[in-house]
């Protein structure tokens, strides 16, 4: 592993990009976008399809270039210098797959190697990767031959093998089943441990939660939110969701508790835990069944970005 | 380095490729049914013009390898997305230019050498037209590899760039003469042919071998364009592949 030079593992500053198409539009997939973080830190970047995500992190793995504004990787500008940052990264594309006519076992070998690293160091890393991916059993048989999940599975035990300092997944975990996304989650927790930093995409925000110390939340080419999942959810206007079945008809006898969202027949209401009593006894006074539970990322998520769509 | 140029992981880069096309041993065995099959029709209607056919199907068989490096490279590209895990990476652009291509000559070269021995059957090579073979070859695998490999970075779509592999092989390996003696081509289109990179080996060989007679003049702008043609070619590819590591 090579040392990195800063202990800022990323910065960009107003980074923008417009695609000109040849015959369509022109698109500005990226409007601004300022961030920075750590070495050693998991951050997440949420946002609805078409949002940025994907061309942020393709600037930022030196495979893009931005129509203006800076990345730099551990001190290094990504545009100016790409062959001191490529080192230091590894990148899950989006859809990407691994070498159908190599087994699991020879696409994550090979591809250390061809970073440089040890055949020692290269093997005992694979037979690694493997064992937390869950792909033992399979390892010895062509990737053609696999389950979409046992390759994606491959492609991110190629990259988590690299233990490089900084990693982009990009929907990494997108057609794993629930104990596959967590042991790449738990591989994800223990790379940071020993000092890697991962910025992952995803929009499992279940995942966002589950695994990242910080998220941006993007939208239109902008980030919208930056900060805890916590914090997010406090966005929102409270901690606590009322789910009224039949209430959709009695929004304005909940309106002043906080915010409230309709859903096909049910009624959502967003609110305090001081005033949940107050909730339930109108809702029971109604006849009307209610269950209470804790806000969601998903549902901060949706209001973030529906404000900002409202907004436009 | 040489040339401001890294090559460090292209060695396992190209055993990498080797790999993944061994395990498709079957596309390395029909390498050569083309040339093979037009091989047997030269031998049932033109016995007299087998030898230089022969050289003609290992010229275009090493085109063929070259083309080999488009589909590959658009493959891995398009399909898999696999060229962002190696460009985001150490592995330098130059370096998995040369592993693909190198990768394609090494895995598909076995079954072009049989019709190298058949060549040493029907009319055994000196040292020198020998010599000439192995350059020529190498010089049209160096053009044809290029050409493949910057046309598979052209387009986004694998059913867009699967018409071009036959358009190209069929342009530089079949229309030209490859397969047939530059004395059944007109006077005036001599100068045209021997600029272009695959007849211009095939009547360099054939001329090395004593199969054909051509003049010195002749011989000298077939010499001076495939190799002017191979290293230039080769030098953009490095650079095409430097540039389109990032997209614009």
Redesign the interface.
Same mark, same amino acid.
């Given at each position: 592993m090579h040392g990195p030079v800063s202990q800022e593992a990323l910065r960009a500053e107003d980074v923008r990009k417009v695609y000109r198409g040849r015959t369509g539009p022109q698109v500005e997939a990226l409007r601004g976008v300022s961030l920075a973080f750590r070495r050693g830190e998991r951050i997440a970047l949420l946002g609805r399809n078409g949002a940025g995500k994907t061309t942020f992190l393709r600037i930022a793995s030196t495979l893009l270039i931005p129509t203006s504004g800076t990345i730099d990787v551990f001190g290094f500008d990504v545009v100016e210098v790409p062959e001191k940052v490529r080192p230091l990264i590894a990148v899950v594309p989006q859809e990407g797959k691994p070498f159908f006519h190599l087994t699991p076992r020879e696409q994550v070998y090979c591809y250390l190697r061809a970073r440089g690293i040890s055949k020692e160091v290269a093997k005992a890393r694979t037979e690694e990767a493997l064992d937390q991916m869950g792909l033992q059993e399979v390892a010895d048989r062509l990737s053609v031959t696999l389950s979409g999940g046992q390759k994606q599975r491959a492609m991110v035990a190629t990259v988590l093998a690299t233990e490089a300092p900084l990693m982009f997944l990009d929907e990494p975990t997108i057609g794993l089943d629930p104990f596959a996304r967590r042991a790449v989650w738990n591989v994800l927790r223990e790379l940071t441990r020993k000092g890697s930093t991962v910025l992952l995409t995803t929009h499992y925000l279940d995942e966002a939660e589950a695994l990242s110390e910080r998220l941006y939340i993007m939208e239109e080419g902008r980030i919208l939110f930056e900060g805890t999942a916590e914090s997010a959810k406090r966005q929102i206007g409270g901690t606590l969701r009322v789910s009224i079945q039949n209430g959709g008809n009695h929004r304005e006898l909940f309106a002043s508790f906080g915010q409230t969202v309709a859903e096909g027949t049910s009624l959502h209401v967003i609110t305090e835990p001081e005033r949940i009593h107050e909730v339930m006894d109108i809702a029971l006074r109604e006849h009307l069944s209610a269950t209470v539970g804790p806000v969601s990322l998903e549902e901060a998520f949706l209001t973030i970005v529906g404000r900002s769509i409202d907004e436009e | 380095m040489v040339f401001g140029l $890294?090559w460090? %992981?292209s060695g396992?880069?190209l055993? !990498?490729e080797i790999?993944?096309?061994l =395990?498709?041993w079957l596309a390395i065995v029909t390498g050569t049914l083309t040339p093979g099959a037009l091989l047997v029709f030269v031998a049932v209607l033109a016995p007299d013009l087998l030898a230089v056919t022969v050289i003609g199907a290992l010229v275009y068989s090493m085109f063929l390898i070259g083309q080999r490096v488009l589909n590959e490279a658009a493959y891995?590209r398009i399909? =898999?997305?696999?060229n962002?895990?190696? =460009?985001?990476?150490?592995? !330098?652009p130059e370096a998995y230019f040369i %592993?693909i291509a190198g990768g394609m000559l090494v895995a598909y070269l076995p079954p072009s050498l049989v019709l190298l021995v058949i060549l040493e059957i029907l009319h055994p090579l000196s040292p020198f037209a020998l010599l000439v073979l192995a350059a020529c070859l190498l010089a049209v695998w160096a053009v044809s590899a290029t050409i493949g490999y910057v046309v598979s970075t052209l387009f986004k779509d694998m059913k867009t760039i699967w018409p071009y592999s036959a358009l190209l092989t069929n342009l530089f390996g079949i229309l030209p003469p490859v397969f047939y003696p530059l004395r059944l081509v007109p006077l005036e289109w001599r100068s045209a042919v021997l600029v272009l990179p695959t007849s211009a080996a095939a009547v360099l060989v054939n001329a090395a071998a004593g199969l054909e007679a051509i003049t010195a003049e002749e011989a000298i702008l077939a010499a001076i364009s495939l190799g002017a043609e191979a290293l230039a070619l080769f030098a953009f590819g490095i650079y095409w592949a430097r540039r389109t590591?990032?997209? $614009?």
């Open positions: - | $890294r460090a %992981g396992v880069f055993v !990498t790999r993944v096309q =395990h498709e891995i399909d =898999h997305k696999l962002e895990l190696y =460009h985001a990476s150490p592995l !330098t %592993g590591a990032r997209e $614009r």
